[in-house]
């Protein structure tokens, strides 16, 4: 099973390196406009190779990504100090309306993962830049990821024991569907009730805020963010190629809404199987609403056709 990874910077090459360690694929190949960049990336991830699970680590260019079942889109430009997303959004689709159609003419069997920011804009761009593929971008798994690590925390437990999901936008309008999240079969609530510990407004607030600023937290640290989102997009590409099936608040166009965004979708060997509506309390409908407005206007400024 092969992987190609478009974009060989950060993002991309922390993507391939999660994908070598988990041994997520058979073979593994780097694309990138600095080719250079390309081959030391992809040379000294297949040298973890065999220390790991042996996957083949190569560069090239984008004829190379021929036979992949998986591409991940991480090619774009990174945010510029006092840059807003709606100009950041006009340098990605730019540098998108390049990329995407020359890795469809070469992977034409490929989902491609889309993980370039603005995400769920640039999701719609690419739908509309490789027809009949099956596209999806990364959405809010990272978020939701984020916030069951918060809970967690909170909660004395393994993250994994929290389920719960960030709906919308993988930004500043995204929603956590509080009504929903569980820790242990227990709605949240109860869980800490049941353990002794406080539940207040304020607590959940932190958490909130947690979750929406991390990424604003890790920049102001390290100037950059990639092992989270590395990790998330090579557990999306796994659920594609063994065909898991897996729910995955994934970004992808979403008629009821008019936008790509984030809701719990089936992830199976085809794309997205099926999307799942999750039962929301009536505030949580209108701030995903409010978040789809935000989406919309940011796809409008594509001038895309319906």
């Known amino acids: 099973m092969k992987v190609g990874v478009v974009g060989a910077g950060l993002v991309g090459a922390t993507a391939a390196y999660a994908l070598t360690l988990r041994g997520s694929c058979s073979a593994l190949v780097l694309v990138d406009q600095d080719g250079d960049r390309a081959r030391a990336e992809a040379q000294d991830i297949a040298h973890a190779a065999p220390i790991s699970h042996g996957a083949r680590v190569s560069s090239g260019d984008y004829p190379a990504l021929e036979g992949s079942r998986v591409v991940i889109i991480a090619a774009g430009a990174n945010q510029k100090p006092g840059e807003g997303r709606p100009e950041l959004l006009d340098r990605n689709a730019d540098i998108f309306r390049q990329v995407i159609p020359q890795v469809a003419a070469h992977a034409p069997g490929a989902v491609l993962l889309i993980a370039t920011n603005p995400v769920d804009a640039l999701t719609d761009l690419a739908v509309r830049l490789a027809p009949g ?29 929290v389920h719960g999901y960030v709906l919308g936008e993988h930004g500043d309008s995204e929603v956590i569907a509080w009504s929903g999240v569980t820790v242990a079969g227990l709605p949240v609530a109860d869980f800490m009730a049941a353990r002794g510990l406080p539940w207040k407004p304020e607590i959940r607030a932190g958490i ?15 100037r950059a963010t990639y092992y989270g989102i590395g990790a998330a997009l090579a557990r999306i590409a796994e659920r594609i190629l063994g065909d898991r099936r897996a729910v995955l608040t994934v970004s992808a166009p979403t008629p009821e809404y008019g936008v790509s965004l984030s809701l719990p979708r089936v992830v199976a060997a085809g794309g997205i199987e099926a999307s799942v509506m999750p039962l929301l309390t009536g505030d949580e409908k ?6 789809a407005a935000v989406l919309r206007a940011s796809v409008e400024r594509l001038g895309l056709p319906d």
């Not at 909130?208 to 600023?213: S, V």
């Not at 209108?286 to 978040?291: K, V």
Request: proline letters at 0%.
């Open 133 to 161: 593929h099956a596209v999806m971008g990364s959405g809010t798994v990272l978020d939701s990821a984020r916030l069951r690590w918060l809970i967690a925390q909170h909660a004395g437990v393994d993250a994994t024991n």
């Open 208 to 222: 909130e805020a947690g979750t929406r600023d991390a990424a604003a937290s890790i920049i102001g640290g390290k």
């Open 286 to 291: 209108a701030a995903l609403e409010r978040s």
